[in-house]
């Protein structure tokens, strides 16, 4: 019995040490820069710890980069203002919007010169799939149940060539893009769903793609909404004007193989994917 209330003080104080490190401040502190887990933990570190950087030398105080537990966790810190300033999935941005309101937009991502987003439904080389309605009784990966082209838009390709998920022989969510790309090379699924990014990374090793999703807007930056109005402007102008800095285009290559520019976005520019995402929850949920 002593063990057991030993245990349960030792994770009242973790539970409390966490909620500290992710509430947002004012005070002269290291802010948060939050990541949502689209990647492993430290290709996360190792991506934004430079923009990290970026960002204290124009705010005048160190930022620190943290990773979410899971996706919900993320949308929950952003929507309940306990991070100061976040990076998100379009998808969780829809999400954080609907549930908590509109936070302030920093800026997206511009790869190349689309600045939008794609999905792939990939398949082996080898698979006998050739269209999507082929994938009725087989088995098919997705990332985070609230990935953007992880699961909902996806998902939604799914329905519109008339697949629900109990049309699926099975389907499993693997918590990131990379683990989708390796399950289906591993021949443990038929197909998967993940970013172009990653499915590039991966196509030389096996994978073909089945189908390309419509484009999304991208990822983009936000604050929370009690970060003064003057520290917003800073930001905002140091994501801006990254590509002519110094060094500024070897960052933005960090953060993303094709990042060519983070340029400013409006809540408005992700009315489209609103209505994939209402369409998805229309259906039965995962």
Known sequence: M???????????????ASQAAW?????????????HPYLPAPEIHRRFGPLASHLGRALGRPVNVRVGQDYEQHIAAIGHD??????????????????YGRKPILARFQVGD????????????DSPVRRLTDLRGRRFAFADPESTMGHLVPRHMLL???LPLDALDQYRYLGNHRNVALGVLAGDFDAGAMKREVFDEF????LRALAVSPPSPDHLFVTRTTLPTA???RLRQAMLTLQTQPGGRDL?????????????????????LRAIVRAVDGTRRP
């Open 23 to 35: 509430a947002g401040n004012d005070s002269g502190e290291a802010m948060i820069l939050a990541v």
């Open 114 to 125: 689309d600045p939008h987003l794609y999905g792939v439904i990939a398949v082996r080389q």
């Open 160 to 162: 519109q060539a008339g």
């Open 252 to 272: 933005l290559k960090r953060l993303h193989p094709g990042l060519t520019a983070l340029v400013a976005g409006s809540d408005g520019d992700y009315d489209g």
């Open 231 to 233: 520290d917003v402007a």
């Open 203 to 206: 196509a030389p090793r096996g």
């Open 2 to 16: 002593i063990f057991f209330r030993s245990v349960l003080l030792t994770l009242a104080l973790i539970a409390g």
């Open 82 to 99: 306990q991070v100061d300033i976040a990076f998100l999935g379009p998808a969780s941005y829809v999400r954080m919007v609907d549930r």
